[in-house]
C-alpha cells in the first residue's frame, strides 16, 4: 500500500497554486486520479483549460465568489456568499477526500479561506484526521494555520523576494492566470 503525505504550500511569493498543479499533473502522468477544490476563486484560468485535457485523471471545481475581507470573528463575517461557497467547497471535498476515488486531492487556497473566517481552522484539522492513509493531500494559500503546519508532513513557504508587479505589471494570461 502507498502512503500519502499532507503537504502545504504557504508563504507570500507566487507559486503555491502552480506547485500543486504541477504535483497534480505529475499524479495524473503517473495514471492516479487527483481531485482540485479551488476556494475564494471564481475565475476560470488557463490551467482550467489544460487540465481539461485529463479528464477522468482530473477533477476540478471552483467554491468561490472571488476576493473577500477578512472578518475579525466569524458572526461577523460580512460575505454570506463566500461563507456559503466556501462550506460547499468543504463539504465537497471531504466527500472526495472519504470516497477512496482519489489519490490526491487538493485544497487550493484553503489557508485562505480559514484565515478569511469562512471556514474554521479546527474543521481543516478534523478532516486531515480523516484523510485515508493511501491519499496524498495538498493545501494552498497565504496565512498557513500553525495548526495545519504542526499536522503537516511536509510544508514549504514561498518567499517573495522580489515581483514585477511592484513595478505595475499586470497578471499575464498563461503565466498568472
Given amino acids: 500500500?502507498?502512503?500519502?503525505?499532507?503537504?502545504?504550500?504557504?508563504?507570500?511569493?507566487?507559486?503555491?497554486?502552480?506547485?500543486?498543479?504541477?504535483?497534480?499533473?505529475?499524479?495524473?502522468?503517473?495514471?492516479?486520479?487527483?481531485?482540485?477544490?479551488?476556494?475564494?476563486?471564481?475565475?476560470?484560468?488557463?490551467?482550467?483549460?489544460?487540465?481539461?485535457?485529463?479528464?477522468?485523471l482530473i477533477t476540478v471545481k471552483q467554491y468561490g465568489t472571488g476576493f473577500v475581507r477578512k472578518a475579525e470573528n466569524r458572526e461577523q463575517r460580512a460575505e454570506p456568499k463566500a461563507i456559503e461557497a466556501a462550506e460547499k467547497g468543504f463539504a465537497d471535498v471531504k466527500k472526495a477526500l472519504l470516497s477512496g476515488q482519489y489519490d490526491m486531492v487538493i485544497l487550493d487556497e484553503i489557508n485562505i479561506a480559514v484565515h478569511y473566517g469562512l471556514l474554521g481552522a479546527n474543521d481543516a484539522l478534523k478532516l486531515l484526521d480523516k484523510k485515508p492513509v493511501e491519499t496524498e493531500l495538498i493545501l494552498t494559500g497565504r496565512y498557513a494555520d500553525e495548526k495545519l503546519i504542526k499536522k503537516a508532513d511536509l510544508v514549504t513557504e514561498m518567499r517573495?523576494?522580489?515581483?514585477?508587479?511592484?513595478?505595475?505589471?499586470?497578471?499575464?494570461?498563461g503565466i498568472e492566470y
Avoid at 499533473?25 to 475565475?43: D, E, N, P, T
Avoid at 517573495?160 to 494570461?173: N, Q
Fill in 1 to 56: 500500500m502507498r502512503k500519502g503525505y499532507i503537504q502545504v504550500y504557504t508563504g507570500d511569493g507566487k507559486g503555491k497554486t502552480t506547485a500543486a498543479l504541477g504535483l497534480a499533473l505529475r499524479a495524473a502522468g503517473a495514471g492516479l486520479k487527483v481531485f482540485i477544490g479551488q476556494f475564494i476563486k471564481k475565475r476560470r484560468c488557463s490551467e482550467h483549460k489544460a487540465l481539461e485535457r485529463f479528464k477522468g
Fill in 160 to 173: 517573495e523576494i522580489k515581483h514585477y508587479f511592484k513595478k505595475g505589471v499586470k497578471a499575464r494570461k
